[in-house]
């Protein structure tokens, strides 16, 4: 089992440039979430997923898109990336009856300049 | 809606206790307790539902008081291993998501 992974672990992006980030679960959960964490603000909500195919927005949405076309990926999009995205993202996944038990991934430290 | 953690941060030596605060100015029905170590991903701690039971996990315990509006987290005799951030999580609108606080640093020193 293992777990939630995401790909990359690193990345520097270039202002302008796009990218997908990939998170992957493998526990069957229905809930599936997207948080940025940077220093001092702790972990914010980008947009989550209740199930496949559909997605809301979380606190933070602005410059993101998500999709979720299967169960067990969720992915985050940056269109036009720019410096104010650099972050440490965390892909998150929970159960129907135990949303609150969220299981994160390792994390990708995206850096854009 | 984020709700609010106190102190910031904490440094304690091995075997002292500490007292970790989150309050909401919004109804809360459930609070979530996560911790963070150092280059790691959040881990789940436990949830406190509308009705004040105290949780525990090893020897960190908390509880909830609904008319107040607020959490705390208590660790009691704290290990080198009890380092890192602490967050709390609320329930949001959505009634799927958690609004996470902006955490508290507890740093154990031998």
């Known amino acids: 089992n293992a777990g939630v992974t995401q790909t990359p672990k690193f990345r520097v992006l270039k202002t302008g440039q796009s990218m997908t980030l990939l998170c992957a679960q493998d526990?069957?959960?229905?809930?599936m979430y997207w948080y940025r964490q940077d220093p001092g603000m702790g972990l914010r909500l980008i947009h989550y997923?209740?199930?496949?195919?559909?997605?809301a927005k979380g606190e933070v949405p602005d410059g993101y898109n998500v999709s979720r076309l299967k169960k067990q990926n969720f992915l985050l999009g940056l269109e036009s990336a720019a410096p104010s995205q650099t972050s440490v993202y965390f892909c998150a996944s929970s159960e129907l009856s135990r949303f609150y038990e969220q299981y994160f991934g390792p994390g990708t430290r995206l850096t854009v300049t | 809606q984020q709700p609010v953690q106190s102190p910031q941060a904490v440094i304690l030596r091995e075997g002292e206790d500490a007292v970790i605060n989150c309050s909401s100015s919004k109804a809360l029905y459930s609070v979530h307790w996560y911790r963070q170590k150092h280059g790691e991903a959040p881990v789940f701690l436990m949830i406190l539902l509308k009705g004040g039971e105290q949780k525990g996990h090893e020897k960190i315990s908390a509880s909830f008081n609904e008319k107040k509006q607020q959490s705390s987290l208590y660790l009691t005799a704290s290990q080198l291993s009890y380092s890192g951030t602490y967050f709390c999580?609320?329930?949001?609108?959505?009634?799927?998501?958690?609004?996470f606080g902006k955490g508290t640093s507890l740093l154990v020193t031998p």
């Open positions: 997923s209740v199930g496949e195919g559909t997605t």
């Open positions: 526990m069957n959960h229905e809930y």
């Open positions: 999580g609320t329930g949001s609108n959505s009634g799927y998501a958690l609004n």
